[in-house]
């Protein structure tokens, strides 16, 4: 009973994010790759690709879900065991990938992080600022 009701839980949890996450990852994965190579931790390719993976399977989850709730007899409805077992069943199947989540997302934001830690390339270099100056008085 507390596996399902976890599962339930982290499921509703992620449920805000599942929306957007591909657009999380996609932009990680950007920002990876214009990071300077001292900056980035070898991790986090690794990382992005469980996350991914995860998300993909996620997806499948969620149409073999809509499939099976659109199987269920008409009146299995919420609360009613039948649509419960097999929500209980999504939720426990969804879980692993919900865990990657919870355990490698954080990853998202340390790339971020380090992305908006980053100088541009195209930013002056605050040692040099001053030489320009007096360079552009003589």
């Not at 009146?75 to 865990?99: R, V, Y």
């Amino acid at each position: 009973m507390r596996a399902s009701q976890r599962d339930a839980d982290t499921a509703e949890a992620f449920e805000p994010l599942r929306y957007g996450a591909r657009h999380l990852l996609a932009t990680a994965e950007t920002q990876l790759t214009l990071l300077p190579e001292y900056t980035v931790q070898s991790r986090w390719a690794y990382e992005l690709g469980v996350l991914r993976h995860a998300l993909d399977r996620l997806d499948e989850l969620h149409e073999q879900w809509l499939a099976t709730r659109d199987a269920l007899p008409a009146g299995a409805k919420p609360g009613t065991a039948e649509f419960d077992d097999a929500l209980a069943e999504h939720h426990a199947e969804s879980w692993s990938c919900l865990d990657d989540w919870a355990t490698h997302g954080k990853t998202l934001r340390e790339i971020n992080t380090a992305a908006r830690k980053a100088r541009s390339p195209l930013a002056p270099i605050p040692a040099l600022a001053p030489f320009r100056r007096r360079a552009a008085r003589t």
